[in-house]
């Protein structure tokens, strides 16, 4: 590769890492980073984007611009805005500033941008190189992609199993299958999501806190989905000083004499299904990009079913549960031919103390 692209290259992955530091705050937001470079084609700033309603990465550059930026050039791995949103589009600011080159990974998957952004740059004299490390920048923002295309929240389900495929025993019994470490990982990595999500009878059986233990601010939203929203007048979730709580509930199958149980601090919502896909819709409309399904086998089953899940987080312990109808992470997937089965890809291993943690994409 000649040197001028080695460059070019280096300077955009810089952009990449700077995005990345928004990593669990920027949403409904991508995370975007930006890095100006002088004539010479020396860095004279750089930004990147914290929080909505926040500077974005390109105007948090030009605030801290140590130097006039005329005739130089700029780096960001999203298509500068061109809208006003909560703050002013970024692509008048490029423009008035005498930048003569940007550098983009990606077009903005948002109809108010896709493109039109790019399109302004070109007619006020300005080149643009679009594609410089998509790869890294659509992997960075996927969730975000992923939200925009399809109008659902990218999920992740995560379970916890023993060795020998039980997530509980067959009383229902789960506190603790994996070690405290496994444990401690999980409410650091709890902060990337916009919520969590569980079934009633997960709440109803093990009564859980589901927050980052203080490590997010505010903390991911919680949701309950029920069918029948029997759930119990006291609730670790019923507890909304620590974080948001939902509760959306199936009204066809529901009975709303248990609304009463429920205190006026927690949402409801109610949908016409139980379809699993209401709710991701219903996330993503409320500016969720990525959301945690912590549940059972059974809701786990129908939101698979329904498109759901985009990737997978098993956490494996040495441990052995046994039980003829132990719960294992699935109920009846409905395949009957080994060419029906999910095949998971790009799979990650990490040892945690003694478990094991593996993470898995699923194409759908
Ligand atoms: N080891 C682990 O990682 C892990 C994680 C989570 C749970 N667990 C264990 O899993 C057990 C609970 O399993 P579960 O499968 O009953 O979990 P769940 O997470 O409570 O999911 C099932 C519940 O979700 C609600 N629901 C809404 N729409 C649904 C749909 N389309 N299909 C199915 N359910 C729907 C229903 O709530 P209503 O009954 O209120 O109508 C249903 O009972 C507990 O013993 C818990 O300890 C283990």
């Known amino acids: 590769m000649p040197e001028k692209n080695v460059a070019h290259t280096q300077w955009m992955k810089r952009a990449i890492l700077l995005a990345s530091l928004g990593k669990n705050t920027t949403s409904p937001n991508p995370k975007v980073g930006a890095v100006i470079l002088d004539k010479n ?90 594609g410089l490390c998509e790869k890294e920048s659509l992997e960075l ?45 999980v409410h650091s990595f709890r902060a990337e999501f916009d919520a969590i999500i569980i079934g009633g009878n997960t709440l109803r059986k093990d009564n859980p806190i ?19 929203l029997d759930l119990p007048s006291k609730s670790n979730l019923w507890d909304c000083t620590q974080a948001k709580t939902i509760v959306i509930y199936d009204s066809s199958t529901a009975n709303e004499n248990y609304l009463k ?16 896909e209401l709710i991701s819709k219903i996330l993503a409309k409320r500016g969720c990009n990525k959301v945690l399904w912590e549940c059972g086998p059974r809701l786990a089953t129908a939101a698979i079913k329904s498109n759901c899940i985009q990737e997978i987080i098993t956490f494996i312990a040495p441990k052995i549960l046994g039980g ?37 994409a699923l194409k759908n």
């Open 41 to 130: 084609g020396n860095l004279i700033s750089e930004g990147f984007h914290y929080r909505a309603g926040m500077p974005h990465a390109e105007a948090m550059a030009f605030n801290n611009l140590k130097k006039d930026p005329q005739g130089g050039s700029m780096y960001v791995n999203l298509e500068p805005c061109c809208h006003q949103g909560k703050t002013p589009p970024c692509v008048d600011k490029v423009i008035s500033s005498g930048i003569r080159e940007v550098f983009i990974s990606i077009q903005d998957p948002d109809k108010r941008v896709s493109g039109k952004g790019i399109k302004l740059l070109k007619e006020a004299g300005i080149q643009v190189h679009l």
């Open 261 to 276: 149980r429920i205190p006026k601090c927690v949402e409801i919502e109610k949908v016409s299904s139980d379809d699993p």
């Open 210 to 228: 589901l927050t980052t233990r203080g490590l997010k601010h505010p903390e991911p939203l919680r949701v309950i989905f029920t069918k029948s």
């Open 324 to 360: 003829k109808s132990s719960m294992s992470p699935f109920g009846d997937l409905e395949f009957r031919e080994m060419n029906e089965i999910i095949k998971l890809s790009d799979s990650q291993i990490r040892l945690i103390g003694n478990d094991i943690c593996v993470k898995s």
């Open 141 to 185: 923002n996927n969730a975000f992609f992923y939200r925009n295309i399809t109008k659902k929240a990218f999920g992740v389900f995560k379970w916890a199993m023993s060795i020998d495929g039980r997530i509980a025993l067959e009383n229902g019994k789960s506190k603790w299958i994996t070690s405290e470490e496994s444990r401690s990982l």
